[in-house]
């Protein structure tokens, strides 16, 4: 009897806390997958360190994305996104519309520039990986605004390193728009700043060839950026871990 009536309270207790919860429904996402829950928590934390860029060119307008590295504003993108520019437009992940100016820039096939913007905005900073401890095969994200599509990631492997022409080859699509974009490793560490693609159609698609700079590459080119302009004091307090 005893057993019963626990039964039927147990019964009953999970019957009122169900049609309690009627009102308030409790939703939770599962996961699939450790790998698939790291990269959804990779994606949200880094996404407010990286904004879009719009430029206006004498062919029109140039779209490309960039990496905030300090909490004054300082942006690093792809010289090609921004160069001969008259206007630069960054949209930060809050939506905020600001101009820019241009601080540095590599040209050619260098490709690097540093940007800045004036915003009270607390800014979160990109993390810093390094480039030499990469490996063939190795899991990859993105991050851009491929043909205008803002806050769009990717997903890939890093397919080749070629250290001749000192780039990071990847499947992780990237398109137009995703220039000066960070390649991530699934610790949110940036690892390459996303430079271009190769396919046979005039730049029209991803056919799964793209290549960034190694991102020693590029800390080189801002520290040596830093010795030169008094806009660039903040170096010593950039986040590198």
């Given at each position: 009897m005893y057993k019963y009536i626990k039964t039927k309270l147990i019964i009953l207790l999970l019957l009122i806390t169900c049609f309690s919860n009627i009102n308030n429904p409790v939703f939770s996402f599962e996961y699939n997958s450790i790998e698939e829950k790291n990269i959804i928590q990779v994606y949200e934390k880094t996404l407010p360190s990286i904004v879009s860029i719009e430029a206006d060119i004498d062919r029109g307008t140039s779209g490309g994305?960039?990496?905030?590295?300090?909490?004054?504003?300082?942006?690093?993108?792809?010289s090609h996104v921004i160069e001969n520019a008259r206007n630069i437009e960054?949209?930060?992940?809050?939506?905020?519309?600001?101009?820019?100016?241009?601080?540095?820039?590599?040209?050619?096939?260098?490709?690097?520039?540093?940007?800045?913007?004036?915003?009270?905005?607390?800014l979160l900073l990109a993390k810093f990986g390094d480039s030499n401890d990469?490996?063939?095969?190795?899991?990859?994200?993105?991050?851009?605004?491929?043909?205008?599509?803002?806050?769009?990631?990717?997903t890939g492997i890093i397919s080749r390193i070629d250290y001749e022409r000192n780039k990071i080859q990847t499947d992780a699509a990237i398109n137009p728009g995703c220039s000066g974009g960070p390649l991530l490793n699934l610790k949110g560490e940036i690892i390459g700043i996303n430079q271009s693609?190769?396919?046979?159609?005039?730049?029209?698609?991803?056919?799964?060839?793209?290549?960034?700079?190694?991102?020693n590459y590029a800390l080189d080119f801002i520290y040596k950026a830093s010795k030169k302009l008094t806009a660039l004091k903040w170096w010593n307090n950039l986040s590198t871990t």
């Open positions: 994305t960039g990496c905030i590295i300090s909490k004054t504003g300082v942006i690093l993108t792809s960054v949209t930060t992940h809050s939506g905020k519309k600001y101009s820019a100016q241009i601080l540095a820039i590599l040209k050619n096939k260098n490709d690097l520039a540093l940007i800045k913007i004036n915003t009270k905005e607390n990469i490996k063939v095969g190795q899991r990859v994200l993105t991050i851009g605004c491929p043909f205008g599509f803002k806050d769009t990631l990717t693609i190769y396919n046979p159609d005039n730049n029209r698609s991803n056919i799964g060839i793209g290549f960034a700079l190694p991102i």
